[in-house]
């Protein structure tokens, strides 16, 4: 019933927008740049292509005058392959990385002994990237301490809510 549960089955996504504003790129690796949009890794992989260019006028007002880079995102034929799918008005695409795997149950408690009319499960699981998702190393560990609310009904159990 966990697995079944909307919530349960939430992909883990990835949103990429057409543009952003950021500070220009540098070439020093030693201390590679944060990369939250994972737009480095995405164009190495030949999903995407960036498009750089100084910002001009008021673009970009939240950076300092030096820093001030547009960034234009344009998708490849290889991104098909992951099937983004599309921010509303062209503000970007949405990619589905990894999707949710039950391993196992831990423990169920009960809110009375006879008749328990709720129930508290721990159940422990992991993401299982998608084949984009094992490109940019989603991290697969085993989440333990998920626990699941369920409520007895006249139809029998029923999942209140999945906790993750």
């Given at each position: ?141 085993v989440q333990l301490g998920a626990s699941a609310t369920f409520r007895r009904t006249s ?10």
């Amino acid at each position: 019933m966990i697995e079944e549960h909307p919530r349960f089955r939430a992909a883990q996504t990835i949103r990429v927008p057409s543009r952003y504003c950021g500070a220009p790129s540098t070439a020093d690796a030693a201390t590679p740049p944060d990369d939250p949009l994972h737009t480095r890794a995405l164009e190495s992989n030949r999903v995407l292509t960036l498009d750089r260019r100084p910002a001009v006028g008021d673009e970009c007002g939240g950076l300092p005058a030096a820093n001030r880079e547009v960034v234009a995102i344009g998708l490849t034929d290889v991104a098909n392959t992951f099937h983004p799918m599309p921010l509303q008005n062209g503000r970007g695409w949405e990619f589905t990385v990894a999707r949710r795997q039950f391993i196992s149950v831990s423990d169920i408690t009960y809110n009375d002994e006879d008749p328990p009319t709720i129930a508290h499960v721990g159940y422990a699981w992991r993401w299982v990237p998608e084949l984009l998702g094992q490109l940019l190393q989603i991290v697969t560990d085993v989440q333990l301490g998920a626990s699941a609310t369920f409520r007895r009904t006249s139809d029998g159990w029923v999942v209140v809510q999945p906790g993750m």
